[in-house]
């Protein structure tokens, strides 16, 4: 059986999909930032020939706003031309190609959750470097799937962000006791165990084309900070604002929920309400769990 290659290892989802593979027959190569730049293309050329996988799941983008505004042509350069690379090595190779994408491929002024095939018109770096990383995944590679999420949080928490948007606040409500979170901007809160879950099925049963994954329901994320020290039992006060409050910055969408109808249609089912999900992610498993709240001890 040829191996799955899983690039972006060290990410939160990248993190779970290679722990979902423990008990399973798939052959999962890990790969992390350390043993692949995908800016390198030869060298990427040259390791995924040597490996001759059935399936590269991408899961690594250059993903901060501000530094994708800062730097365009690295956002591009990673989420872009890097994407054309590998759906011409996936090609080549006769292998699958699974990349993930973002809600934020939308401007944000739609009422009502984005289909799968909602016209893309991005309204920053970040969402236009992706969607034309998709577009080559599309043009380029013809066994694919492009997976669109929302709003990621897992255990292995967020290497490009210190932490992921869970974490930021426990540690901001901890040390502050109070924080201050928009009310303007409404997502579909996804925690990456789920997502990863949903992705090997969708690779076992050969899914195709654009599917959108993410955590059922939406919620602004100021109803999701709130839900956070609910849950967690973290004393801390949430207080509302608005983007132009807050001020500055790359410009966000102000709605991006994704309507999972491909998802339905394929037969797979929605996956489960988001705060059940993030309640999970708070109680478990033990020592996780204790390192999300940040309660662990130095000597344990």
Known sequence: MKP????????????????????????????????VDLRDHPAVDALLESI???????????HKLDACEADVEQA????????????????????????????????????????????????????????????????????????????LYGVAGSSGKGGNFVQTMLRLGRDKGVVSVVTDQVLSPT??????????????ADAQGVVHVTNSGSCSWYEFARSIFE???VPAEVRPTTTSEMGGGPRRPAYSVLANTRLENLGFGLLRAWRAALRTYLEGPGEASQEILGVKSATN
């Not at 060290?10 to 043993?35: F, H, P, S």
């Not at 590998?86 to 289909?115: C, H, I, K, M, W």
Request: proline residues 4%; charged residues 20%; neutral net charge.
């Open 231 to 233: 849950l967690s039992g």
């Open 52 to 62: 001759r996988p059935a399936v590269i799941v991408n899961t690594a983008a250059f």
């Open 4 to 35: 799955v290659v899983v690039i972006g290892a060290n990410g939160q989802l990248g993190y779970d999909l290679c722990e979902l593979k423990v008990g399973t027959e798939r052959d999962v190569i890990a790969l992390k930032r350390a043993d």
């Open 76 to 151: 591009f350069a990673v989420n872009a031309l890097a994407v054309r690379n590998l759906a011409r090595a996936a090609e080549r190779l006769g292998a699958r190609l699974v990349q993930l994408s973002t809600d934020y491929v939308f401007d944000g002024n739609s009422e009502v959750p984005y289909p799968e095939d909602a016209a893309p018109n991005p309204i920053n770096a970040y969402g236009a470097s992706k969607v034309s990383g998709e577009f080559f995944v599309r043009n380029l590679c013809s066994q694919h799937l492009i997976v669109r999420t929302s709003g």
């Open 191 to 204: 925690f990456t165990r789920d997502l990863a879950e949903m992705i090997w099925r969708l690779v076992d």
